[in-house]
């Protein structure tokens, strides 16, 4: 039976949310849904909670971060209970696994090695060390062990830096720039003759070279995709509250004037900043 008196204990940490987690999975007492619940059907959950930790953090939403760091911790709590019930592991395994990971990793703080680095010199001994355990995993090829489920941009950015390892990359952002240009002007220009399906990697292509550019000039391209995201979406609800000063709304409205509150909502924010 559940511990009920750790399960309404307000100070219960970690204790407690394990404990809840096991009372929402037993299968004479706990909740229908969560008991149906599998790792395939949970991970989607995890990918949209991992998201919503980043949009709080870019908004700086402070208590809000509170909150979505614990729905993304319960997304781990759930899949170790569900892995405990099949006899894979246990969470306090999955904390031990991390902690010996951290300690291997950073041998300049829990071992012998001198703090006196760069930044730069520590990544690259990360990387020798990460290196290390993907063959003691007899993951031989470059590209081993890049998560296929990662978001695409992000996935292409990992691919790029594991074939730069061994000397697969353009050595400056120029020649990077130059194979946007031409990738572009391939899709531009044969866009009436390609097939959909020829189209669709066309379009791939370039969007595979644009995240290559985003690593050659060291910038996250999700994040920079979330904040046009965002402005995008600043200065769009700016054009309808302009519209509806007016008694309009964008359906009443064309291209022209819209494009023209744009620019109006660009020096906006501009006289603002």
């Known amino acids: 039976m559940p511990d009920n008196d750790l399960i309404h204990d307000p100070h219960g940490g970690m204790p407690r949310l394990l404990e809840i987690m096991r009372a929402l999975r037993d299968p004479d007492h706990g909740c229908p849904w969560d008991i149906e619940q599998s ?7 995890t990918i ?3 998201y919503e930790v980043a949009d709080a953090i870019e908004r700086e939403a402070w208590q809000e971060l509170k909150g979505e760091l614990g729905d993304l911790l319960f997304q781990s ?16 395994q999955v904390a031990d696994t991390m902690s010996d990971k951290m300690v291997a990793r950073h041998p300049h703080v829990f071992g012998n090695e001198s703090r006196d680095k760069s930044a730069e010199q520590q990544t690259v001994d990360w990387e020798t060390i990460k290196a290390a355990e993907r063959a003691s995993k007899a993951q031989k090829g470059t590209l081993d062990g890049v998560a296929v489920g990662l978001p695409a941009l992000l996935r292409a950015v990992k691919l790029q830096k594991r074939a730069a390892r ?4 353009w ?17 531009h220009e044969a866009r009436a003759t390609l097939t959909a399906e020829e189209t669709f990697e066309e379009f791939g292509d370039l969007l595979f070279v644009i995240a290559n550019l985003a690593r050659h000039l060291d910038i996250d ?17 700016r054009i309808e509250s302009l519209l509806s000063e007016q008694g309009k709304t964008p359906s009443d409205s064309d291209l022209q004037e819209m494009d023209a509150l744009w620019n ?3 020096m906006d924010e501009k006289n603002v900043s």
């Open 171 to 187: 050595p400056s952002t120029d020649q990077v720039i130059d194979k946007i240009v031409e990738e572009a002007n391939e899709l």
């Open 166 to 169: 061994v000397g697969f990359d």
């Open 221 to 237: 391209p999700e994040s920079a995709l979330r904040a046009a995201n965002a402005k995008f979406t600043r200065r769009f609800e």
């Open 264 to 266: 109006q909502a660009k």
């Open 77 to 92: 709590v759930f899949h170790a209970q569900m892995a405990e019930e099949a006899g894979h592991f246990t969470f306090d």
């Open 48 to 50: 949209e909670e991992a």
């Open 39 to 45: 790792f395939a059907t949970i991970a989607p959950y």
